[in-house]
């Protein structure tokens, strides 16, 4: 029984280690960029970023953790945990014209929705002293959601002859609804040996964590065109509907704490 207890907690451990990132010194150069993976946990003795320096946080994890004891940041520093740009939704089939006599031309094919743009990470940041020499942006935006896919045009009618009407044209397809824009990341920093955080914002702190704006929606397709004919011509096909504009995500909140 105790060998067993042992061996549970040995694996807890195991995957507590595995589970983050742990490193004695990250030294970033001018330019250099560290890309977070395989752990939403960066924990670092010191960290130095060299200006234009980046780090690109793990956007498969929803929440993101940055353990610093020391953090020195040079100038034009990012922290990049933006959200994705939704994808646009295809445009929809035209209807193809209509090429026997009287007869009722094809409709146009609807647009696809645009997808939802993802959320920016929520970001924690912990540290005994950040030292800022230069400027810092923490970009936690929500992506754009895609723009709807327009409605496809109608196709024309056939056309007439001494015994029928012309054909009436095809209905144009609706232009579908955009995607929603992702939701803006929260930011938390925590502190020991910082001045307050109104000294650095639009300073030395420049935070990014605006919703992602709604996408357009799609255009609505054109009504085909009538067939003409010497008994009587037909009638022009309907306008398709015009897509809804997506919703705009929110932005995220800013906490900061000294203790």
Not at 48 to 76: Q, T, V
Not at 126 to 133: F, K, Q
Not at 198 to 211: A, D, L, T
Not at 223 to 234: E, F, Q, T, V, Y
Request: proline share 3%.
């Amino acid at each position: 029984m105790l060998k067993l207890v042992c061996g549970f907690l040995l694996s807890v451990v195991s995957l507590g280690v595995t589970a983050q990132i742990r490193l004695e010194k990250l030294i970033l150069k001018p330019g250099q960029q560290f890309v977070i993976e395989g752990s939403d946990i960066l924990v670092v003795d010191t960290l130095i970023m060299g200006d234009s320096a980046r780090i690109i946080l793990n956007r498969a994890k929803a929440e993101n953790y940055l353990h610093a004891r020391i953090a020195r940041i040079g100038n034009g520093c990012l922290i990049d945990g933006s959200g994705k740009r939704g994808k646009d939704g295809a445009a929809g089939a035209s209807g193809s014209d209509q090429p026997t006599p009287c007869r009722q031309a094809n409709a146009g094919r609807d647009g696809e929705y645009g997808q939802d743009g993802l959320n920016g990470n929520n970001l924690y940041i912990y540290s005994d002293e950040l030292i800022i020499d230069g400027s810092l942006t923490i970009n936690l935006n929500g992506g754009n959601g895609g723009n709807g896919g327009d409605g496809g045009n109608g196709g024309g009618g056939g056309p007439g002859t001494r015994v029928c009407p012309g054909g009436d044209g095809g209905q144009g397809g609706s232009g579908m609804r955009g995607g929603n824009g992702g939701q803006g990341g929260n930011l938390t920093i925590q502190c020991k040996r910082c001045p307050p955080i109104q000294v650095w914002i639009n300073s030395k702190v420049h935070i990014r964590n605006y919703g992602g704006v709604g996408g357009e929606g799609g255009k609505a397709g054109q009504g085909g065109l009538a067939g003409l004919g010497s008994m009587r011509d037909g009638k022009n096909g309907v306008r398709g509907a015009h897509g809804e504009e997506g919703q705009s995500g929110k932005t995220g909140t800013v906490t900061f704490n000294q203790n």
